[in-house]
């Protein structure tokens, strides 16, 4: 089992996936039960699972779900719909690459949180704002990611459609996008948790609903419990959406999962 | 008239400091339904003379001719057949083979009748390759020796009348390769393309090919051109013959000048094998 890169059965994984989700939350029991520990700083599960309860049947937590749920997959959808055509043009053209990837690269550096003010100028304080924060802070990063996803596809596959008599929109069509749909589909899987990371940010503009608005209001009043199932909520949510998917991936890419 | 023609073909890659001549002053003309192989110390630019025909690579002087036509990129009448990574994973071994199907290019002008010949012809193309079994899997169930196999019906797909081969057996292990060697020769004979086959084993170029093209590096040219001297129909047992070896012998030798080392004995030497204690 402990053998470099050795083989660890079904059984074996889930034994230790699971201790490894259980050990924290066990550590976390025995440090909040305790005395030396003030709630207020480290609410213990139970209580945070009690706020969970009451946060669903007062609070409204499905509508905050909602309505965060709407503005990272707006603002991730917007994204993915500009990023996939440029990162195909990035990656396939090397004049498009020289126009935009060294922009893309110096824009990606810039904070997206310092955006703000900017986005509050600009498209006001309306739902779009926060969605335009969200597409801001994927964005630049997704181009990139999916340029190079296309830039991967091998060339031999490019080069024998050519000699079979494809012209460029059949290369492209036929080929360099099928190549790169799965890895692109990956990038699409690994910039949807980071829609997720800008999703308290986006809701710091005159929000007045969402799990990250819920989060900075719970801080004003000392709510630590609300603070960790809004925490949790979010990362529930990501892992959900990462799972479903790695479940597109094998239902869209069964020839990638098979082995003879 | 040559199927192909070669003309003071010279080819720089690169500007400055990073300016490399990979050709030189390159003629050569190969007739229809001649199978020439080429072969060469490594940077003698067989590989980029091959994607020059393929029109995957432009030359910088000179001229290229297929049926006197200068060639304008790459084109269904000189298919290419790639050491490896050519194939489609996500198609299947049956839709590789039909892919130049789903090309406006091979769909122009069909007439039913057409449709249904073309459709003949892959199943033709998969029993040739030995591959009905494997009609519905995925390249990445085949082995290496089965997947060039799906990429040479692939090229023959569209009868094109120049076939281009870069090291297309290099991956693959000697007893597939033999296999192999007996296939396209196979192959050659049925369909009669003009073959032009890029290898750096000797024994296979001499094997497969009508005439032996030696290049040399820097700058890349061509050396000599060897005649082979072995009936039409080939045969393994003909590798064993004094003809056979001593061809060999002479390609071998004279790769070894060009390559700038002058013996394998001087490549030892310059090693210091025998005199290090470890």
């Not at chain 1, 230790?16 to 700083?41: E, N």
């Not at chain 1, 986005?119 to 006001?124: D, E, T």
Request: net charge neutral; charged share 20%.
């Amino acid at each position: 089992m402990w053998a470099i890169r050795g083989p660890l059965s079904r059984n074996q994984y889930w034994l230790f996936a699971v201790l490894g989700l259980l050990t924290p939350l066990g550590l976390w029991w025995l440090v909040s039960s305790g005395t030396s520990v003030d709630r207020v700083f480290m609410p213990t599960p139970v209580d945070v699972f009690n706020r969970l309860v009451t946060w669903y049947r007062e609070d409204d937590l499905l509508s905050d779900m909602g309505i965060s749920i709407y503005r990272v997959t707006a603002g991730f959808a917007l994204s993915a719909l500009i990023a996939l055509p440029l990162g195909l043009l990035i990656g396939t053209f090397r004049p498009v690459q020289a126009v935009l990837e060294p922009l893309t690269d110096f824009i990606r550096y810039m904070p997206a949180v310092a955006f703000i003010p900017l986005v509050m100028l600009w498209v006001g304080i309306e739902e779009s704002s926060k969605i335009a924060i969200i597409f801001i802070g994927t964005f630049f990063q997704m181009v990139l990611m999916m340029a190079e996803d296309v830039r991967r596809v091998p060339l031999a596959q490019i080069e024998a459609a050519q000699t079979l008599g494809a012209d460029k929109g059949e290369t492209i069509n036929l080929v360099i996008f099928q190549a790169a749909k799965p890895a692109l589909l990956d990038t699409l899987r690994v910039t949807m948790g980071w829609a997720w990371t800008y999703l308290v940010v986006a809701e710091l503009v005159a929000a007045n609903s969402g799990l990250g608005y819920s989060i900075l209001k719970a801080q004003r009043f000392l709510q630590t419990d609300k603070i960790f199932v809004g925490i949790l909520l979010i990362g529930v949510i990501g892992l959900v959406m990462d799972q479903l998917f790695r479940l597109a991936h094998r239902k869209a890419f069964p020839w990638l999962h098979l082995r003879s | 008239m040559p199927k192909i023609a070669i003309q003071n073909v010279g080819k720089v890659f690169g500007e400055g400091s990073h300016r490399v001549e990979a050709l030189q002053d390159v003629s050569l003309d190969i007739a229809d339904n001649e199978f020439v192989t080429f072969v060469g110390a490594s940077g003698c630019g067989k590989s980029t003379l091959l994607r020059i025909i393929g029109g995957l690579e432009y030359h910088t002087a000179g001229e290229v001719l297929v049926d006197d036509q200068p060639i304008m990129g790459p084109g269904a009448d000189r298919a290419m057949v790639f050491q490896h990574y050519s194939l489609y994973p996500w198609l299947t071994v049956m839709e590789n083979i039909k892919f130049s199907r789903r090309l406006k290019h091979g769909r122009e002008n069909l007439r039913e009748a057409d449709v249904e010949a073309a459709s003949g012809r892959a199943d033709a193309l998969l029993s040739l390759m030995g591959l009905n079994a494997a009609a519905n899997a995925y390249p990445n169930q085949l082995s290496g020796g089965m997947q060039q196999r799906v990429a040479i019906a692939r090229a023959l797909m569209g009868r094109p009348k120049i076939l281009l081969m870069d090291e297309p057996f290099g991956a693959l292990d000697a007893q597939t390769r033999e296999v192999m060697h007996d296939l396209i020769l196979h192959v050659h004979r049925l369909e009669k393309p003009t073959l032009a086959f890029v290898t750096h084993d000797v024994e296979e170029a001499i094997y497969l090919a009508d005439r032996v093209v030696l290049m040399a590096p820097r700058p890349g040219r061509i050396d000599t051109i060897y005649q082979v001297p072995l009936p039409a129909e080939r045969e393994q047992d003909m590798k064993h013959t004094p003809e056979f070896l001593s061809l060999k012998k002479e390609i071998l030798a004279r790769i070894r000048e060009t390559s700038g080392m002058k013996t394998d004995q001087g490549m030892l030497d310059q090693l210091n094998l025998g005199t290090v204690t470890v």
